[in-house]
């Protein structure tokens, strides 16, 4: 997408004509750190690997992870999450979201299928990671959701081509 015709000094920009941009720049990168708030108020930052599913109208976000995992018990306390992707080229996009985390049969068969027939580079078959070799319906396996609530994309530090959009 060309955000030089969406922008002019750090635009603003509706859902639609951003959610493409950061998606495309999102899954190629693939790797963002994500950060998440303790019960005490103290911030922790990951790796994570999300895929984002843009209909035209939402774009929500999901990440393969352990259902009982640090950040599962983060969420109960503070429901957000912060998302910055970044590469060599100084291509930079972010998100912030309400994040919930999901274990139903149906949901996580539904997202492992999602990663595993995504196409590379952000596809992967979740059967690789340790303890989740049972499958989705792994008591091991959870799926978090991730719903956008502010979005930025800046391609190689272009501050005239930085588009950003705020629920």
């Known amino acids: ?14 859902l639609a004509a951003v959610a493409p941009a950061f998606v495309e720049m999102a899954h190629r990168i693939v790797w963002c750190t994500v950060a998440t ?5 103290h911030p922790r930052t990951r790796i994570l690997h999300p895929l984002w599913e843009w209909d035209g109208t939402s774009l929500v976000g999901w990440i393969a992870t ?4 640090l950040k599962t018990k983060h969420l109960a306390h503070t429901p957000q999450v912060s998302l910055t992707y970044w590469t060599v080229n100084h291509d ?16 996580c068969v539904r997202i492992w ?6 196409p590379d580079p952000v ?5 690789i990671i340790p303890g989740w070799a ?7 396996f959870g799926a978090m959701r991730l719903e ?20």
């Not at 997408?1 to 509706?14: H, Q, S």
């Not at 352990?66 to 995992?69: E, L, R």
């Not at 596809?123 to 059967?127: C, E």
Request: glycine fraction near 6%; proline fraction near 6%; charged fraction near 25%.
């Open 134 to 140: 049972d499958g989705p319906t792994s008591p091991a």
């Open 92 to 107: 930079t996009c972010s998100a912030e979201a309400d994040a919930s985390m999901h274990t139903d049969d149906q949901t």
């Open 148 to 167: 956008p609530t502010r979005l930025f994309v800046q391609p190689q530090m272009d501050f005239t081509k930085a588009v950003r959009w705020s629920r």
């Open 123 to 127: 596809g992967y078959d979740p059967a």
């Open 37 to 41: 708030v303790d019960s005490k108020g």
């Open 1 to 14: 997408m060309d955000l030089a015709r969406l922008t002019g000094d750090n635009a603003a920009v509706d």
């Open 66 to 69: 352990g259902a009982t995992s």
């Open 113 to 118: 299928n999602a990663f595993k027939d995504a």
